[in-house]
């Protein structure tokens, strides 16, 4: 009787280890598909040696955010804390200060880098310094995934399969050029690597050899990713000369709704309309001349920002308006020593998924047009304001739980 049971328990054990069949038939499926865009890469220029060897055993990462792999629960994207924070924990003034503290030493070191980077981008030196400390902590923070890995995984399972898709073959030529080591070739979730953070079709759009020994390198040269990062602007309609944003009192009856990039005004108007610059700086004619638009990321309550053309280009650099908050201020105390005039207030931000909530009641309201992603930006605050005074509630576009259980009852 016992060795009869022996085999029906050894079958269980082994059943328990095993790994599931959908995930084998899963994994199998990605190693095909992988293995399908060998004419894509060779039509690249990756060589079939280095295709080879570093598909060799590459297999999917399912853990990774934004990813939706039929079979399987969504994972969601990332909760980035662009996102999800607080403007005063995002834009902590100590960190700030550190960075900045730093920032002025590496000023520094990198001076002659530094120079070339503003006589021939236009983009201050400061600023590309600013993205460093934001993005790597100056080069200390050092990336969790296989970028390879990464981008295949997003090609096969990810939500953007067609942008990641190019990643993976552009990754695949990185490492065929030999322009970085397989085990230095680490990212984001999202694919984004070395110390300014570039995907790989970035790399080969904006990369730069600014030490001038013959090979792009964001992952090891300073210079190189200093370089990269100001030429990314610059490529993105960088304008030299002009501030990224102007902090500004707003008047008692502001309308909130007006924070919107669709809303520009040259400078000028703005202050007309009582909007007044912080700490009296006195703006020239070609400052007041230049149109921007109203940034209010607490709405009514915390600090208010005129911004301008250069704001929308970091923005493009990546996509949270507390990022380019962070970056544009961090980039000022290099060179001024004062923190924001007016102070944060919000100590609370709604969940992603009320957020989520709130945009689709806005939707349907038809208030809303934009994506439904559960991040707070310029457009959610704004409908958000257009449903607040539709719905006769105070108007200070701050998405609260208040106005959220509003919208409930009002269904």
């Known amino acids: 009787m016992r060795s009869a049971c022996r085999p029906l328990l050894l079958a269980l054990l082994l059943s328990a280890l095993a790994i599931p069949a ?11 598909f992988i293995a399908s865009l060998w004419p894509e890469a060779q039509a690249a220029g990756v060589s079939r040696e280095t295709f080879d060897r570093e598909t060799r055993g590459l297999e999917p ?8 792999l039929r079979g399987r629960p969504a994972t969601g994207a990332s909760a980035q804390p662009e996102f999800v924070s607080v403007p005063a924990d995002y834009v902590k003034e100590s960190t700030i200060a550190r960075l900045a503290a730093e920032g002025r030493q590496l000023r520094q070191k990198y001076q002659a880098a530094l120079d070339r980077i503003e006589a ?3 983009v201050p030196g400061t600023m ?6 934001r993005e790597t902590d100056y080069g200390r923070y050092q990336n969790r995934y296989d970028t390879l890995r990464v981008v295949a995984t997003q090609a096969y399972a990810g939500r953007r399969k067609e942008q990641f898709r190019e ?20 990212s984001s979730w999202a694919g ?14 904006h990369g730069v050899d600014l030490d001038g020994d013959g090979r792009v390198d964001i992952w090891h040269s300073v210079p190189d990713a200093l370089g990269s990062a100001a030429k990314q602007l610059a490529d993105k309609g960088w304008q030299p000369g002009v501030r990224w944003a102007y902090e500004v009192r ?7 709704t007006m924070g919107v990039p669709e809303v520009q005004r040259p400078i000028g108007e703005w202050l007309r309309a009582g909007f007044t610059p912080v700490r009296g700086a006195q703006l020239s004619g070609a400052e007041q001349a230049q149109p921007a638009s109203l940034l209010q990321p607490e709405g009514i309550y915390g600090p208010s920002f005129l911004t301008t053309k250069n704001y929308f280009v970091i923005k493009e650099y990546n996509f949270s308006d507390l990022y380019v908050l962070f970056v544009g201020h961090l980039s000022d105390r290099m060179t001024r020593p004062e923190p924001f005039a007016t102070p944060w207030s919000a100590s609370t931000q709604l969940r992603t998924t009320s957020v989520e909530e709130m945009q689709k009641h806005l939707a349907r309201l038809g208030l809303y047009a934009d994506k439904i992603d559960g991040k707070a930006g310029m457009l959610t605050r704004s409908a958000l304001g257009a449903y607040q005074k539709s719905a006769g509630l105070k108007l200070d576009c701050w998405p609260s739980e208040a106005v959220l259980q509003s919208m409930r009852a009002g269904r």
């Open 167 to 186: 990643e993976f073959i552009l990754a695949l030529k990185i490492l065929d050029e030999g322009a970085v080591a397989r085990k230095d070739f680490r």
């Open 128 to 133: 590309v310094l600013a993205i460093w400390g």
């Open 250 to 256: 707003a008047p008692a009856n502001v309308d909130c």
């Open 192 to 205: 984004a690597t070395g110390l300014t953070q570039f995907l790989p079709s970035e790399y080969f759009k």
């Open 61 to 68: 990462d399912y853990k990774l955010p934004d990813l939706a």
């Open 120 to 122: 021939h981008f236009g």
């Open 22 to 32: 959908p995930a084998r038939a899963a994994d199998a499926a990605f190693t095909q």
